[in-house]
């Protein structure tokens, strides 16, 4: 028995199975690649669910979070320290728009947080109803869940006690059917992320904006998962020019130290008031050290055009392949979608590759990798995602591939880091 199969095993009689098995057991990660406990190398262009920002071991990460930790590691809600008020000023900085911030510990949370200030909202006005989108996906606590537009996940907990329509996502008719002076907030992602990566129509944010402000209604963008360079900017409602009144951020904000953020402008902000809401851990030095570390390192290595230029490189090498139909999103946030549902087959084949990815839908597998990753780790990928779709069985008749330039085969690894012992060519 493998060291892998060893601790997996102990994995499944200790931990509950709301996971089921995870396939890999990572021991370690440098740069873009990650070696599982039998040394097994692996390229991750998942990034923990868009959470690594930097990557694995980035020494400005590391040294930002070891200060830290040595200085002060938790000083709860109780009192203050620098490292909270620096990041509340570069969020707002980098928002670019007048307002207060709320530090807590997750997505979810920023999600839970943002609910209640919608509630106030509503509460003040008169107003009971939530307005969010199919499909959606805000988390898994009970508030958050409630507006959760995934009925797969959200329905075995019901009834949640919320009064929540769901609309279309991208149906600017429905939404406008749907608000009127009864709705104290419209809650949607600028991408829907879990749903297999699939943007907002043009246009769309922007209406919902005008919509919402004619009616007295908040607008709240969860940009969890869409926030921080997942689409090559710091915001994704940045590029339709828009001010919504609360915003949502956790994932790549903190690099993989656990951390959430609400923004909201001073108006929705002024509803928390002394003793509403609070969190023991929110704001906490190390995890506040370790995003205003990812700050300066993306603004310092330029890592938006990093990856908007390697976006560009990627959809010209998947969409010459007639099995990839789509590839939806921006920068290297992205889902690519297959003419036929083999994504999981697809996905757990390139881990035997060496590459690490993930199906969200039976025919789309999302990246979400480091925004670091070189073009030759991702010239690697697109070999390797071809090569699987090469090898998998398919449901149906397909068209021969098109004959495909050599790229640079990398093995996936990074270029800090050799392939570890037991580790795939």
Known sequence: MSYSEEIKARYAKALMGNYGLPPVAIREGEGRTVTDVDGNAYLDMIGGIAVSSLGHNHPALVEAVSVQAARLAHTSNLFLHEKEVELAEKL??????????????????????????????????????????????????????????????????????????????????????????????????????????????????????????????????????????????????????????????????????????????????????????????????????????????????????????????LDARLLADPRVTEVRGQALWRGINLAEPVAGAVVEHLIGLGVLANAPRPDTVRIAPPLTITRPELDAFCDKLIASLDAVPHPSPRPPAPLRDASPQTGGASPHKPHGPGGRP
């Open 92 to 313: 707002l900085d980098l928002w670019g728009n007048p307002g207060r911030v709320f530090l807590c510990n997750s997505g979810t949370e920023a999600n839970e947080a943002a609910l209640k200030i919608a509630l106030l909202h509503g509460k003040a006005e008169g107003r009971t109803r939530i307005v969010a989108t199919e499909n959606g996906f805000h988390g898994r606590t009970l508030g958050a869940l409630s507006i959760t537009g995934k009925a797969a996940i959200r329905e075995p907990f019901e009834p949640l006690g919320r009064d929540v329509v769901f609309v279309p996502y991208g149906d600017l008719d429905a939404l406008k059917a749907a608000v009127d002076d009864s709705v104290a907030a419209v809650f949607f992602e600028p991408t829907q992320g879990e749903t297999g990566v699939i943007p907002a129509p043009a246009g769309y944010l922007k209406a919902a904006r005008e919509l919402t402000a004619e009616n007295g209604t908040l607008l709240i963008l969860d940009e969890i998962q869409s926030g921080f360079g997942r689409t090559g900017a710091w915001f994704a409602h940045h590029a339709e020019g828009i001010v919504p009144d609360v915003v949502t951020l956790a994932k790549g904000l903190g690099g993989g130290v656990p951390i959430g953020a609400v923004l909201a402008t001073e108006e929705a902000a002024a509803l928390f008031t002394k003793g509403v809401h609070g969190s023991t851990f929110g704001g906490n030095p190390i995890a506040c050290a370790a995003s205003l570390a990812v700050i300066d390192t993306i603004e310092r290595e330029h890592l938006f055009e990093n990856v908007l230029a390697l976006g560009e490189h």
